[in-house]
């Protein structure tokens, strides 16, 4: 299986190498911004791996006219970044400057503690940044939302509690990503073993009748039931978002894909809508920004991290539906549900990056085996 490949590459590079490299944060970064920029612009150029083509499509461009500094930009899968940051750093040729990175339980539990990485805060922004989202430093909050296809049904989701996804009516009908790709799926998963306790009243309010446990908790036992109830796998969630937004449908599916999706509606005439459901309306996936151990371009990665924090550097991202910058100060797109992360009040949910790595493997082999 590719995931454990990657992993068994990963290990064996800790037990081939003396790491010696700590892993350590900087705040102050020895520059005011105006000297920043100066040593940044003698360097160049950076060169990035990101988690979106937007650092490539619209950043890139605006970085090197603002300060005459070329970004190299290449859009890539945690799996893969994780691999490339971890043989370039081993080797000593490094060749990626700054990651844009979802794999938070990677980052916490060996890229950071292996020294991989280093976390830097632009003291610039500081005081804007909260102090949970600095080490490592998030950049972007993307809700991952359950959607509906609203000219089938109308202004209401069809389904008022997850556990309708794992009825028969719902069979073969609910698309996700391959949790065996996409590590947010893992963190969804991990998170709702965080808060069985919701998953048990809302089984209560919606059957009227206490859960069964067959597994440790309800969150095993609704990951069990929705694996056996044959959920549509996916690569990629815009295929998702198409899947289920597509006009013209007698029985539309349910998905659940990236709330930046919802931008389609206007450019592919789709009729995505937000499902309203219990307990959960989705996932709140944190992206990290971090600088690479021996970025041969430090300065750069430097100033692009702190123009990324900005909103003009952010407006890829916040400026449309689907996205909200750590930087308090930023405004988000007009057409998000609600104005801030902060504001959908638990109704997301948010995994723990500890948990998730210990849980990992585990999920994906409980996610197979009940799948098959």
Request: hydrophobic letters at 35%.
């Amino acid at each position: 299986m590719k995931t454990k490949k990657i992993l068994n590459v990963i290990s064996s590079f800790f037990l081939g190498i003396a790491l010696l490299i700590q892993p350590s944060t900087s705040f102050a970064g020895g520059h005011s911004l105006d000297e920043l920029i100066t040593a940044a612009q003698k360097e160049g150029e950076v060169a990035t791996y990101w988690h979106s083509s937007r650092m490539g499509k619209k950043v890139a461009k605006a970085f090197e006219e603002k300060y005459g500094i070329k970004v190299l930009a290449t859009k890539m899968k945690d799996s893969e970044m994780t691999e490339r940051i971890v043989r370039e750093v081993s080797s000593g040729n490094v060749i990626v400057d700054l990651v844009g990175y979802d794999d938070g339980p990677m980052l916490d539990t060996v890229l950071t503690p292996k020294g991989f990485v280093e976390n830097y805060v632009p003291p610039f922004l500081i005081k804007n940044i909260p102090e949970d989202s600095r080490e490592p430093l998030i950049y972007l909050w993307q809700p991952f939302v359950f959607g509906y296809n609203s000219e089938t049904y109308g202004d209401s989701c069809p389904i008022k509690s997850l556990w309708q996804l794992t009825e028969k009516e719902w069979s073969g009908r609910f698309h996700m990503w391959d949790p065996r790709i996409a590590s947010s799926m893992l963190q969804m998963f991990s998170a709702m073993e965080d808060r069985s306790d919701d998953l048990v009243a809302s089984y209560k309010k919606h059957y009227g009748k206490n859960l069964k446990l067959t597994e440790a908790n309800a969150g095993l036992e609704f990951v069990k039931r929705l694996a056996a109830n044959k959920p549509v796998l996916y690569n990629e969630d815009y295929e998702i978002a198409v899947a289920v937004g597509t006009r013209g449908q007698d029985k539309a599916p349910i998905g659940i894909y990236s709330l930046g999706r919802h931008r389609e509606n206007k450019k592919k005439n789709l009729a995505l809508a937000l499902c309203d459901v219990d307990p959960f309306k989705g996932l709140n996936q944190p992206t990290y920004m971090q600088i690479v151990k021996g970025a041969p371009h430090p300065n750069a990665a430097k100033l692009l991290a702190y123009y990324v924090l900005t909103q003009e550097g952010a407006n890829p991202w916040v400026g449309v539906v689907g996205a909200y910058s750590s930087n308090s100060s930023l405004g988000s797109s007009p057409d998000n549900p609600y104005p801030t992360a902060e504001a959908w009040d638990g109704t997301l949910l948010v995994s723990n990056n500890t948990n998730v790595a210990n849980r990992r493997q585990n999920l994906m082999d409980f996610w197979i085996k009940h799948s098959n």
